[in-house]
């Protein structure tokens, strides 16, 4: 299995109060704020629990110690994430201290699902290091060597090791007696004999039964082995691990004893620092039964390829399955720096099928460049709707809506000297991926397409990046043209350089007149790699434009939601040389032909069903099959509305799609605020994509591109309205006041912070304004403030200078007052530094009478100062100063009250 990484820091911890620091380093959905937890009788966590409810309620304080709100919605949109993905989710707990090493993390309990972590079959648990030195590379085995090395030197405590070696040969004995495994057993180990047995038998897994140690003071780890005489002959943690590397091991096992105190948990992070990719180790002793049973399912599942983390938790099933002792399932620990969990490479996959044992699922590693599966997750096969991953044309035909803005797709893909840039932009789960699949399957015939998902580089950097890309095309024109067809290589592209070069010279090689590239999860690149990459992407088209380059073969094809629109938007975003496709819901036939496969199912649809599914969702591809999904689950005979209202009266409570939109909402005060107008204020807000808070909502999925402006769906506006009822309230009626209608002060700063951020980014070294998107991105935020101030969808008005048109509503917050300059406002962009009070006026009255303005706003940066303005006829000229709205913003002071001061001053002179 394929996992995405929820990466969740515990640290700074102190033994005295039981407090610590946590933070969500990255995950699917984005990354978390510092935020400090504390264990509540923190000494008992390490205590020995026998009964599961025991064990259950350990495990939930843990999980609402370390999880709270915000940080548990991270997970739950993480997972929601994962499986569309068709992958699993690995929480991988990074622990800075021994003590909370001690902690048994592998018993956390998600109070939601009623099970404990490690039991969802899509989720693995594991302890990982971040190491500066990169993965190991994969090892290539036919048969699986396990050394087993055992030593109990005079004065340690007695350890039956004789017992332990039994107890792994009983649980092996079948994979040893049909071939697949060979145990080399060691007793009395030493220093000397270990390595001999390294050297002579090179083992893929060293299963250690034995002392161990750990020097807290000097954070060294230490494995007892034996001298000579029988007396102990410590063997410290990085000298092990060197000498394990040296001969291939990918996999240690550390076996407990009653005498190790915790020191497991200094010394297996210890070996895995000393480059070890992954070890094993039990956090205390465990029943006999169940200790075979984990170590006969631990080493088939390792058998039949399955990663490490698989591999634990089959082991903690098997384990479940002897006994009712949460201790027998929960004691196994995995530490891993692998990136993919898989160790090796091997020919066993193929042996274990001829003998009917479990096939080998395959992995995507972003070190090694394994080949990813498209295929959907095992729990899936079953499912008619799904809603798990994108549609797939051989599985999934009588689903998938073949929708206006495919064909539009495919025209362009056929025109390779106009386009070799096409964006798919759509909030979250709406279908860009199963598009992206259709638009390969009706081009391949022709082209050469190649799908890269980008989300498995989430946390990577730009290298990684570039030689993860450059291997999916070799990859993929191996299995086109064959084996022996000459193709450049890519092992050592260090950046957009040699990136580039491998371009051209792959373009060079094949003799394939389009090669598509279609990039999708555009958004899960970090801000630095995408601009490293995204701009050696556009550099394809400025050097393919040259005469005989062959770089205009490339035809790029990227899906996204708010990242992508920021890469495409502005006239310095990397990719704003796109061909943008805006995707839209299904419509009502669409709805239609897909409820109408409840007939596969023995299921009738009653009148009105697919209508009420529409009215809800509106279209939405995910809620739509979202409602599908539970009236399948729910087995009903027959697809009636009130059973629609039912299971979506059940969504509005769990789904994690609608938390997701509420979610992205709580982190963008500008939007929720604008989303507020529209939604309770009634406001008749034009839909602009030149507003950048509208387009941003409209990327969350919040509102639909309609005019004016609406909510996207009956089922998002009830969760909307409930949501802005808890925790908005009362707070948010409508005020003239910008200071009152905002809320909180924390969120006015963080608007005022972003508006002084556009401002930045609108001026250019010389301290005046720059042309186009970045000055009208400025422009139209700043004004957005104004509840009576929308953007008008026809921005811009064909005249020389930039300008931005604002729509008055009357009826909104303070708009009586603008009201008398109806229908419109115009903010106008003045930069050049010779420009004379004179030629204002000419230029902004042209403009105005034009259009019948009334009022113009010029917005002036580097022009001449200390020009008022002022009466023209009937239009009013209102010069405003860059200095006086940077003072403005810095001082948080009230736009509304700003500009009536402006205009009033205006009004009272005559214009010169």
């Known amino acids: 299995m394929e996992y995405l990484n929820f990466d969740l820091r515990l640290g700074e911890w102190n033994p005295l109060s039981y407090t610590g620091i946590a933070e969500v380093l990255q995950s699917p959905a984005g990354e978390g704020e510092r935020y400090p937890f504390t264990l509540k009788d923190g000494h ?118 004789k017992r332990e070696l039994a107890v792994l040969r009983q649980a092996l004995s079948e994979f040893v007696q049909a071939g697949r495994i060979e145990i080399i057993a060691s007793e009395h180990t030493t220093h000397e004999l270990l390595h001999s047995l390294l050297l002579e038998s090179t083992p893929d897994v060293v299963h250690f039964i034995g002392h161990g140690e750990y020097d807290r003071e000097n954070l060294v780890g230490r494995l007892i082995l034996e001298d000579e005489q029988g007396r102990a002959a410590p063997f410290a943690a990085p000298e092990v691990a060197r000498l394990l590397r ?83 399932w929960g004691a196994p620990v995995l530490f891993l720096r692998s990136l993919s969990g898989r160790l090796w490479t091997s020919d066993l996959g193929r042996i274990g099928r001829k003998s009917g044992r479990i096939a080998p699922v395959p992995s995507q590693d972003t070190a090694s460049g394994e080949t990813p599966t498209s295929a959907p997750l095992a729990q899936e096969k079953e499912v008619l709707f799904k809603t798990r991953g994108p549609l797939l044309s051989s599985s999934d035909q009588t689903l998938i809506i073949d929708r206006p803005e495919l064909r539009r797709a495919v025209r362009l893909a056929q025109q390779p000297s106009v386009t070799q840039y096409i964006a798919f932009l759509s ?185 009420r599914i529409y009215a809800l969702a509106a279209g939405h591809p995910y809620l739509t099959t979202r409602m599908c999904t539970l009236l399948e689950q729910a087995k009903v005979k027959e697809v009636t509305p009130a059973q629609v209202d039912a299971v979506a009266q059940e969504m509005l409570v769990e789904d994690d799609n609608i938390h997701h939109v509420i979610h992205e909402l709580e982190q963008r005060p500008l939007e929720r605020r604008r989303l507020h107008n529209i ?129 008055i509503d009357s009826q909104a917050p303070g708009g009586v007052h603008w009201s008398i300059y109806q229908p419109s406002i115009l903010v106008q962009c003045l930069r050049h530094r010779s420009a004379s009070p004179q030629r204002i006026i000419t230029q902004a009255l042209g403009t105005a009478s034009r259009h019948s303005i009334r009022l113009v706003l010029v917005m002036t940066a580097g022009a001449p100062s200390g020009w008022p303005g002022g009466m023209c006829g009937d239009v009013c000229i209102v010069p405003i100063a860059d200095a006086e709205i940077a003072e403005l913003l810095q001082e948080r002071r009230d736009l509304d009250a700003f500009l009536r001061e402006k205009v009033l001053e205006a009004r009272l002179r005559k214009a010169e």
């Open 427 to 611: 909030a979250r789960q709406t279908g860009k991926t199963t598009l992206l699949f259709r638009l390969m399957d009706l081009l391949k015939d022709a082209y050469a397409c190649i799908f890269v998902d980008l989300s498995v580089l989430r946390a990577q950097d730009a290298r990684a990046c570039f030689r993860f890309v450059a291997f999916r095309l070799i990859s993929e024109f191996r299995d086109l043209l064959g084996p022996s067809a000459p193709l450049p290589e890519a092992p050592h592209i260090e950046g957009s350089v040699e990136f580039l070069e491998f371009l051209r010279g792959l373009a060079d090689m094949v003799p394939i007149p389009r090669i598509v590239l279609l990039l999708d999860e555009v958004g899960a690149l970090s801000a630095e790699v995408s601009d490293s990459f995204f701009n050696t992407i556009r550099t394809v088209f400025t050097q393919g434009r040259s005469l005989n380059s062959n770089l205009s073969k490339y035809l790029f094809v990227f899906s996204g939601a708010v990242d992508l629109y920021a890469l495409t938007f502005g006239s310095n975003s990397p990719l704003n040389i796109c061909e943008k496709i805006y995707l839209h819901d299904f419509a009502l036939p669409d709805v239609e032909k897909i409820v109408g496969q409840f007939h596969v199912l023995g299921a009738k649809v009653a009148q009105g069903s697919a209508e």
């Open 679 to 807: 939604l309770l204020e009634g406001q008749k807000v034009p839909f602009s994509r030149n507003d950048p808070v509208l387009a941003s909502l409209e990327m969350i999925g919040a509102i639909r591109a309609a005019q004016p402006c609406e909510v996207r769906n009956l089922l998002y506006e009830r969760a909307l309205r409930q949501y802005f009822a808890r925790v908005e309230g009362d707070a948010l009626r409508a005020s003239t006041s910008f200071h009152i209608a905002v809320g909180p002060s924390d969120e006015i700063e963080s608007v005022y912070s972003r508006l002084q951020a556009l401002r930045l980014d609108a001026l250019d070294s010389t301290g005046t304004y720059r042309l186009g998107k970045p000055w009208e991105t400025f422009a139209a935020a700043l004004f957005s403030m104004l509840p009576a101030f929308s953007i008008r969808p026809e921005a811009s008005l064909e005249d020389q200078s930039p300008n931005v048109v604002l729509a």
């Open 246 to 328: 040296r001969y291939g091991v990918n996999l240690v096992v550390l076996n407990a004893c009653e005498t190790a105190k915790g020191a497991w948990a200094g010394l297996a992070p210890a070996l895995v620092r000393a480059e070890i990719p992954a070890v094993v180790a039990m956090q205390w002793p465990v029943e006999d039964r169940a200790a075979i049973r984990f170590c006969r399912c631990f080493y088939q599942a390792l058998f039949a390829e399955k990663t490490v983390d698989e591999c634990v938790a089959e082991g903690r099933v098997g384990a479940s399955s002897v006994g009712s002792n949460p201790r027998d």
């Open 44 to 161: 008992l966590l390490i205590a020995k629990y026998s009964r599961r409810d025991e064990a259950a309620a350990m495990g939930r304080k843990l999980a609402e110690s370390i999880l709270p709100p915000q940080s548990l919605t991270l997970w739950y949109e993480s997972y929601q994430i994962a499986r569309e993905r068709s992958r699993g989710l690995r929480l991988r707990l990074h622990i800075d201290s021994w003590e909370l090493s001690r902690i048994p993390w592998e018993l956390l309990y998600d109070a939601r699902r009623e099970e404990f972590f490690v039991f969802d079959p899509l989720v693995s648990l594991v302890r990982y290091l971040r190491l500066h030195a990169a993965p190991p590379a994969l090892r290539e085995s036919k048969t699986l060597k396990v050394l087993a090395i055992a030593a109990n030197p005079r004065g340690q405590a007695l350890l039956n090791w």
